[in-house]
């Protein structure tokens, strides 16, 4: 079964500071699919960022930037000089090889997701 | 226009009552889900549908049961409401091309009294 474990419940920092939140995750697939949602105060879900299980390259999107790393099954999320606007749940998810899967049990499994809070 | 609607957006019942919670899409994706978010517990699924005539079960589907009236349109029911459904509910969407990214709406808050 897979599993997205996000570690840190609520992280605070203070604006202009540099964060990380952290993500690991558990699949027997070799072929599988990361992603990273947004969930400002709004309510709404923001897709942020896929990335499958053979490119392991770094990538940066302006302030965020993403460390995908196969060997500790993480998928850090890093917020370059924080914003106040960036306050939100941010979720990790997996999603196993739909190409194996076909028209089974498909499935996006969800980490229970980080609350940010930067402080002006 | 957004991509993902739901409505109602926020909705109040009564225990035992019979609610509906729809979907429409104007992505074009063949796939639809339904989720639930609960604090604390991250989201998870309850139903899904690869096509009009194609629904299958979620992790948590007890208590609901959806209809897939177009490829545009998935509803979500509650025959018989009860106070631990209530929670956020969100639809999402995925393209046959690329399934495995699902693109959310913007959510339904429920509260069962």
């Known amino acids: 079964a897979q599993k997205v474990t996000q570690a840190q419940t609520e992280i605070s920092v203070v604006e202009k500071e540099d964060v990380t939140l952290d993500c690991v995750y558990e699949?027997?697939?070799?072929?599988?699919?990361l992603f990273w949602y947004k969930q400002p105060p709004s309510g709404e879900l923001v897709f942020l960022i896929r990335r499958n299980s053979f490119d392991e390259q770094n990538e940066i999107s302006g302030r965020y930037s993403w460390n995908f790393q196969k060997s500790t099954s993480s998928f850090n999320f890093t917020i370059t000089a924080s914003q106040v606007v960036d306050s939100a749940v941010y979720f990790c998810a997996l999603s196993e090889d739909y190409l194996r899967s076909g028209a089974g049990s498909y499935q996006l499994t969800f980490g229970k997701g980080t609350k940010l809070s930067v402080i002006p | 226009d957004a991509d993902v609607t739901q409505t109602p957006r926020n909705r109040i019942t009564k225990t035992g009552k019979r609610i509906m919670l729809e979907c429409s899409q104007t992505k074009g994706h063949d796939r639809m889900y339904w989720y639930r978010q609960d604090p604390g517990l991250g989201l998870r699924l309850i139903y899904y549908?690869?096509?009009?005539?194609?629904?299958n079960k979620g992790e948590i589907s007890d208590g609901y049961s959806v209809s897939r009236q177009a490829q545009a349109k998935f509803s979500l029911s509650l025959e018989s409401a009860i106070p631990n459904q209530t929670a956020l509910y969100f639809c999402a969407t995925s393209d046959l091309r690329w399934p495995d990214t699902q693109y959310f709406g913007p959510g339904t808050r429920l509260t069962v009294l």
């Open positions: 699949t027997r697939d070799t072929t599988y699919y």
């Open positions: 549908s690869f096509d009009v005539k194609d629904i």
